[in-house]
């Protein structure tokens, strides 16, 4: 029988699309296998790499398949669909998984522990309740609009608006418009009790990661931004901290060809996530910054003198993203820079 190097495995929910490679890289193994089938298969296997996209239930099965002996890689799913061929299907899918890990140059994802992944799961819930807590607040100033009711943005006109509606006549505002407005607003205070419980719990956890600790203490990141951080980077996997910033997509596209440096926009690569937290608390410092303010730097001060403040945002975020990088691979804590 021809030894397999490598197999590269097209996941979904249940069914798997394997493809074998040689030494030489030609295919010996085509298959799909069931769900139930994929680890009695590799348990008759010696040990071989393995190639899987960095996707949903991917770090389950490394996990799962490391157990049994195997090299496990996880590849970006950004660097596979170059190597995807003119027609999808699973099989193809599985070879431009195999093509992409075969690349010296590629880097894969660290499989995450049960652990890792569980302590990220109570962010991910805090991230979905507060959408649709905004989405239901938009539904009821939509609605509440609809019939020439405005109040002011933030929690308090929030208010205004649920007691101005209660308070309207039948002419203006129907007896159907405010039960509908008022179910709405129940289920907004609903998701912000929980929102309440989760944040305390999310406390708990900043309090007790020591990184954690440390990155709050960097002006622009707070509790949620620095457990955020802890728990969903891994700082070896970064070569520097201009690498990091990449990644999140804090630097500008290049386009360059033939000697010449073409700079685009920010690239927004990475995750979206982790870069939303990063250039609202650059907005943030920005909103405050002043001559004299311990979080303001002459650097800051000078680049707005010349810059919008958007683009300040995304350049203070790059320089956030470097000094996690640094604190993170250092051990160190901040040391803020001289005030203006």
Known sequence: MTEIKRIAIDTSKSVFTLHGVDAAGRAVLRRNLRRGELLRFFERLPP????????????????????????????PPQYVKPFVKRSKNDRNDAEAIGVAAAQPSIGSV?????????AAMLLSVRELLVRQRTQLVNAMRGHAAELGVVAALGEKGLRELQTEIVAADEAA?????????????REVERIEGRLRAIEAELMQQHKANPLSRRLAAIPGIGPIGAL???????????????HFAA??????RECSTAGRQRLGGISRAGDERLRQLLVLGATAVIQHAKPGRPATSQWLLNLLSHKPRKLAAVALANKMARIVWAMMTSGKTYR???AA
């Open 110 to 118: 660290p499989i995450k522990s049960v652990e890792q992944q569980a």
């Open 228 to 242: 955020n951080l802890a728990l969903r980077v891994d700082q070896t996997q970064f070569a520097s901290a201009r």
């Open 48 to 75: 071989v790499e393995v190639a899987l996209e960095a996707c949903g239930g991917s770090h389950h099965w490394g996990r799962a398949l490391a157990a049994l002996g195997h090299r496990v890689r996880l590849i």
């Open 336 to 338: 803020p820079a001289p």
């Open 247 to 252: 990644w999140l997509g804090l630097v500008p």
């Open 173 to 185: 505002v129907p007896a159907a418009a405010k039960q509908a407005i008022a179910l709405l607003g």
